[in-house]
């Protein structure tokens, strides 16, 4: 079965870039969207973004200006990176695999199948 | 964005209780709605999507129901292991965006 296995430096200063990974094992990454979600201490989840296999990504818009996710289907990984970072991106970083549906009135829909364990990111100096 | 609002957002319950969590969207989504359970220092887990489909694994004492604004997850008869925080999810507008969560303790 699929497993997803995030992976990162764990303390960013504020004003760096927080770079993540997530390593996919057990499953193909094609014909999948993969996502990342953060969850800061004690609060609730926020999607930040996903990336097609294919490379086309959609972003939060609260958070576009300073995000990237980028895939490398041949080392089975897809990554985060979320440049100028705060205090208030201190949080639990879950990486998860989307997948999209189609409903009987032909809109498409998106749900997270597969998280990985997460990873503690804690900015600070 | 689309604002899903959880009620209640903390409850009380006894093992064998039927327990009901209620999300609220601040505008139609028709049926594209998941919830997840989610236990402490764990990641969530996804128990049911377009509504009312139950993911693979998911015991059948969870159920979901609703459309448009008003969603429901109903656990029939709540066990030990149903202790959890439980979010709502809506599933086609972007931003994808998640309720407040429901803590569920044990009274």
């Known amino acids: 079965q699929v497993q997803l296995q995030e992976s990162g430096p764990g303390l960013v200063k504020p004003s760096e870039t927080l770079s993540l990974t997530c390593t996919v094992s057990?499953?193909?990454?094609?014909?999948?969207?993969w996502s990342w979600i953060r969850q800061p201490p004690g609060k609730g989840l926020e999607w930040i973004g996903y990336i097609y296999y294919t490379g086309s990504t959609t972003y939060n818009p609260s958070l576009k200006s300073r995000v990237t996710i980028s895939v490398d289907t041949s080392q089975n990984q897809f990554s985060l990176r979320l440049s100028s970072v705060t205090a208030a991106d201190t949080a639990v970083y879950y990486c998860a695999r989307a997948r999209e549906d189609i409903s009987r009135m032909g809109y498409y829909y998106y749900y997270m199948d597969v998280w990985g364990k997460g990873t503690t990111v804690t900015v600070s100096s | 964005d689309i604002q899903l609002t959880q009620s209640p957002s903390f409850l009380s319950a006894s093992v064998g209780d039927r327990v009901t969590i209620t999300c609220r969207a601040s505008?139609?989504?028709?049926?594209?709605l998941a919830w997840y359970q989610q236990k402490p220092g764990k990641a969530p887990k996804l128990l049911i999507y377009?509504?009312?489909t139950l993911q693979s694994g998911v015991p059948s004492t969870f159920s979901g129901s609703g459309y448009g604004t008003e969603f429901t997850l109903t656990i029939s008869s709540l066990q030990p292991e149903d202790f959890a925080t439980y979010y709502c999810?809506?599933?086609?507008?972007?931003?994808?965006?998640f309720g407040g969560g429901t803590k569920v303790e044990i009274k």
């Open positions: 377009a509504a009312s």
């Open positions: 505008q139609g989504i028709t049926s594209f």
């Open positions: 999810q809506q599933l086609n507008s972007f931003p994808l965006t």
């Open positions: 057990g499953g193909s990454m094609s014909s999948y969207y």
